[in-house]
């Protein structure tokens, strides 16, 4: 008798751990999607400068701007009419709908400092 109460103790416990982890996997995917990209700004690079995005979906690329000289201080992205400023050590979020895949440059205000936003269709 006993024995049937652990083992049945045991089933739902593995129940349990597989309940949780269907419900918890969307949910964290759906995080994932919207998760920043973080680009530090240094030294006269965006790193990471080439960025793989797919298209149709909001994508945060977040700026950490470590370099005070003011090449530095915007980040421009042309093609969707974007200019940002970058305070210095303060994380700033740069939100972007790619419409259709493409190369799309972002470049501070002297295109010293150039990225590629990579926007591919997702099959
Ligand atoms: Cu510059």
Known sequence: MNLV???SAGLIAI???IWWFWLSKPRARAET???PIEIIVDQGVYTPSRI???VGRPIILRFLRKDASPCAEKVLFDDFGIAVDLP???PTDVVIIPKAAGEFEFTCQMQ???GQLIAKAKR
């Open 112 to 114: 010293m400092y150039r």
């Open 5 to 7: 109460i652990v083992n």
């Open 15 to 17: 129940g349990l751990i």
């Open 33 to 35: 999607g919207a998760k």
């Open 88 to 90: 210095v050590n303060e």
């Open 52 to 54: 793989e995005v797919p």
